[in-house]
């Protein structure tokens, strides 16, 4: 068995891709879907940040993370003051084809926005994606943005940036829509598939990180279907 890649990619930092993720991941379980989360970056851990751990406690799968760095900073600014050197991303991709091989879906949440530096050598999620494709992965990709001000221009240029590479992405998600949505946010909902061409799979409500497991699991699986 060799299980579909999905990876989880945000128009810039703080949309929301780890509650997108997990959301993603108590709707695969709901499906009979064997799941598991890579993170291959994290920074800030200095600070306790640790988003597959907040994965692990609302929904309770199995996760992974490569590497580990204290500042909160781009991956490769962290690991140059720290004096690390972060593997390449074919590596990175190389640990995920093989994680993919025992599971249904494989959810990869990366770090910040689309052309965040993985690794020491200048990679980028787009380089993990190729290294992914070239090993015939069964790959695709969901692009969380912003509700408010801005979001267009940040998802038309992440998705143009995905498109320029060859990967159409399967949707895009709003990391977190607010409970009493300006006239900004309800224009932007409309107004995102329409200038990218990409399909709105869904939202995921502002605070939904803040549940307890059980009512995480029993609400995000209803949040979208991919």
Known sequence: MTGRVLIVTGTGTAVGKTIVTAALAVGAVSRGESVTVVKPVQTGAADGDCDVAEIHRLTGVETHEY???????????????????????????????????SHDLVLVEGAG????????DGGT????????????????????????????????????????????????????????PG???????????????????????EGAGALNRADFIRQGAAYFTV
Do not use: K, M
């Open 67 to 101: 590497t580990r760095l204290d500042d909160p900073l781009a991956p490769d600014t962290a690991a140059r003051r720290a004096g690390i050197v972060i593997p390449p991303s074919a590596t990175y991709a190389d640990r995920i084809g093989a994680v993919a091989g």
């Open 113 to 120: 926005g689309l052309l965040v530096r993985l690794d020491t």
């Open 125 to 180: 999620v787009l380089d993990l994606a190729d290294a992914l494709r070239a090993q015939s992965v069964d790959l695709s990709f969901v692009v969380v943005a912003g509700a408010g001000l801005g979001t267009l221009n940040h998802t038309e240029l992440t998705v143009g940036a995905l498109r320029a590479r060859g990967f159409e992405p399967l949707g895009l998600i709003i990391g977190a829509w607010p409970a009493e």
């Open 183 to 205: 006239l900004a946010e309800r224009c932007n909902r409309d107004d995102l598939p329409r200038v990218t061409g990409v399909r709105l799979l869904g939202v995921v409500p």
